[in-house]
C-alpha cells in the first residue's frame, strides 16, 4: 500500500496510450473483484479449505493487486497531477479494501458467512466498480480538474445553505441540536448572535457567497477553454485545482468560527485565510489558459468583492488587535 501512496509513477515508457492504460486498469479492477468473490466464498463456511488451496487463492489474490499497482504506474506525471491522484486514491482503496477482507476472514471463526465479511467484499467490489466513474472523455485532466472543482463547488454550498439557514432573523442556530426541557440555559447568550455580531457575520457570509461564486465561475471556464494539449497548459489546470481545493476546507473553518459565542478574532483570521485562498484562485485563473479577454471582467468583479468584504471584517474587527 506504501508504495502506491508514496512511490512515483514511472516516467519514458513511450509511446504512453491514455486509451490502452484505461482498458488495463479497468481490466485489473475486474479481476480484483472477481479474486474477492473467490476468496470470500472459500472461508465462507465448512469444510475447511485445503492448504494448496489457500496458497493458490492467495497467490491469486497478490498477483491482482500488483497488477493493479503495476498499471497506476504505467500512468505519468505529465498526464497531470490531478488525474493521477483521482487514479492513485481509487487504487489506494481497491488495495484498502482488500487488506480489510483479507484480515476480517483471518479474525472470524469459520462457522458461517459474518455479517463483517460481507460488507468487507462489498466493499472491494465498490472500489473496484469506480474506475469505472473515473473522469474520461478527450481531455482527461481537464476532466479530472473539473470534477475536483465541481466537487468543491459541492461543499462550500452545503456549508453556505446551512449558514443562511442558522442566521434566519430570531432563529436560534442550536434549535435543531438542542432541547428547552433537557437544557435549562435557552436564555444563555452564549448559545445566540448579538446585533453586533449579525454585523460581522454579514461580511462573512458575502465571503462565502464570493467563494461559491469563484468556484462555479473557474469551473465554467475549465469546461469551456480547458485543454491539455501542452505541459504548461495541464499544469496550468493542476495547479488551479490545488488551490481550490483550499477553499472549502477554509470556508468549513469560517463557518464554525460564527457560531455563538463568537470569537471576532478567530473571525477575522479565519476570514483573511479564505480571503487569501480566494484571491490565489482568482490571480491563477487570470494568468492562465482558461481566462481569454471575454472572462475578465467577473475575475476582477470577484476580487473586489473579496477586498470589499474582507476591509469590512477588518473595520468590525479592529478594536480585537
Same mark, same amino acid.
Given at each position: 500500500l @506504501?508504495? *502506491?501512496?508514496?512511490?512515483e /509513477?514511472?516516467?519514458?515508457?513511450?509511446?504512453?496510450e491514455?486509451?490502452?492504460?484505461w482498458? =488495463?486498469l479497468?481490466?485489473?479492477?475486474?479481476?480484483t473483484?472477481?479474486?474477492?468473490?473467490?476468496?470470500?466464498?472459500?472461508?465462507?463456511?465448512? /469444510?475447511?479449505?485445503?492448504?494448496?488451496?489457500?496458497?493458490?487463492l492467495?497467490? &491469486?489474490?497478490?498477483n491482482?493487486i500488483?497488477? *493493479?499497482?503495476?498499471?497506476?504506474?504505467?500512468?505519468p506525471?505529465?498526464q497531470?497531477?490531478?488525474?493521477?491522484?483521482?487514479?492513485?486514491d481509487?487504487? #489506494? !482503496?481497491?488495495?484498502?479494501?482488500? $487488506?480489510?477482507? #483479507?484480515?476480517? $476472514?483471518?479474525?472470524?471463526?469459520?462457522?458461517s458467512?459474518?455479517?463483517?465479511q460481507? $460488507?468487507?467484499t462489498?466493499? +472491494?467490489?465498490?472500489?473496484? !466498480?469506480?474506475v @469505472?466513474?473515473?473522469?474520461?472523455g478527450?481531455?482527461?485532466?481537464?476532466a479530472? +480538474?473539473?470534477?475536483?472543482?465541481? =466537487?468543491?463547488?459541492?461543499?462550500?454550498?452545503d456549508?453556505?445553505?446551512?449558514?443562511?439557514?442558522?442566521? %434566519?432573523?430570531?432563529?436560534?442556530p442550536?434549535?435543531?441540536?438542542?432541547?428547552d426541557?433537557?437544557?435549562?440555559?435557552?436564555?444563555?447568550?452564549d #448559545?445566540y448572535?448579538?446585533?453586533a455580531?449579525?454585523?460581522?457575520?454579514?461580511?462573512?457570509?458575502?465571503?462565502m457567497?464570493?467563494?461559491?461564486?469563484?468556484?462555479?465561475?473557474?469551473l465554467g +471556464? *475549465?469546461?469551456?477553454?480547458?485543454?491539455?494539449?501542452?505541459?504548461e497548459? $495541464?499544469a496550468?489546470l493542476? &495547479?488551479l485545482?490545488?488551490i481550490?481545493?483550499?477553499i472549502?476546507?477554509?470556508?468549513?473553518?469560517?463557518a464554525?468560527?460564527?457560531?455563538?459565542?463568537?470569537?471576532?478574532?478567530?473571525?477575522?483570521?479565519?476570514?483573511?485565510?479564505?480571503?487569501?485562498?480566494?484571491?490565489? %484562485?482568482?490571480?491563477?485563473?487570470?494568468?492562465?489558459?482558461?481566462?481569454p479577454?471575454?472572462?475578465?471582467?467577473? +475575475?476582477?468583479?470577484l476580487?473586489?468583492a473579496?477586498d470589499?468584504?474582507?476591509?469590512?471584517i477588518?473595520?468590525?474587527?479592529?478594536?480585537?488587535l
Amino acid at each position: 500500500l @506504501s508504495a *502506491v501512496t508514496e512511490g512515483e /509513477p514511472g516516467e519514458g515508457r513511450e509511446p504512453f496510450e491514455l486509451p490502452r492504460f484505461w482498458d =488495463a486498469l479497468g481490466q485489473t479492477f475486474k479481476v480484483t473483484s472477481q479474486e474477492a468473490t473467490k476468496l470470500s466464498l472459500a472461508f465462507s463456511g465448512p /469444510p475447511l479449505t485445503s492448504a494448496e488451496d489457500c496458497r493458490k487463492l492467495s497467490e &491469486d489474490v497478490q498477483n491482482a493487486i500488483l497488477a *493493479v499497482a503495476t498499471v497506476y504506474y504505467w500512468l505519468p506525471k505529465g498526464q497531470g497531477t490531478t488525474l493521477r491522484k483521482m487514479v492513485r486514491d481509487a487504487t #489506494t !482503496e481497491v488495495v484498502e479494501g482488500m $487488506i480489510q477482507l #483479507t484480515e476480517t $476472514i483471518l479474525s472470524a471463526p469459520l462457522e458461517s458467512l459474518s455479517q463483517e465479511q460481507l $460488507i468487507s467484499t462489498g466493499g +472491494v467490489w465498490e472500489a473496484c !466498480e469506480q474506475v @469505472s466513474s473515473l473522469p474520461r472523455g478527450e481531455h482527461y485532466n481537464q476532466a479530472a +480538474v473539473a470534477s475536483a472543482l465541481a =466537487a468543491c463547488l459541492g461543499v462550500v454550498k452545503d456549508a453556505l445553505e446551512e449558514m443562511e439557514h442558522a442566521l %434566519v432573523e430570531g432563529q436560534d442556530p442550536y434549535s435543531d441540536i438542542m432541547e428547552d426541557e433537557e437544557l435549562g440555559f435557552r436564555g444563555n447568550r452564549d #448559545t445566540y448572535w448579538s446585533e453586533a455580531d449579525r454585523k460581522l457575520l454579514s461580511s462573512c457570509m458575502g465571503l462565502m457567497k464570493a467563494s461559491k461564486a469563484c468556484l462555479k465561475k473557474v469551473l465554467g +471556464v *475549465v469546461k469551456a477553454y480547458g485543454k491539455v494539449e501542452s505541459p504548461e497548459q $495541464i499544469a496550468q489546470l493542476d &495547479d488551479l485545482a490545488d488551490i481550490a481545493n483550499e477553499i472549502s476546507p477554509s470556508v468549513d473553518e469560517l463557518a464554525l468560527s460564527m457560531y455563538p459565542p463568537v470569537n471576532e478574532l478567530a473571525v477575522r483570521l479565519n476570514a483573511a485565510k479564505l480571503a487569501s485562498v480566494l484571491k490565489k %484562485v482568482l490571480e491563477i485563473t487570470k494568468t492562465s489558459h482558461v481566462c481569454p479577454p471575454s472572462e475578465e471582467g467577473w +475575475v476582477q468583479f470577484l476580487t473586489d468583492a473579496v477586498d470589499h468584504n474582507m476591509n469590512k471584517i477588518k473595520n468590525f474587527t479592529q478594536g480585537q488587535l
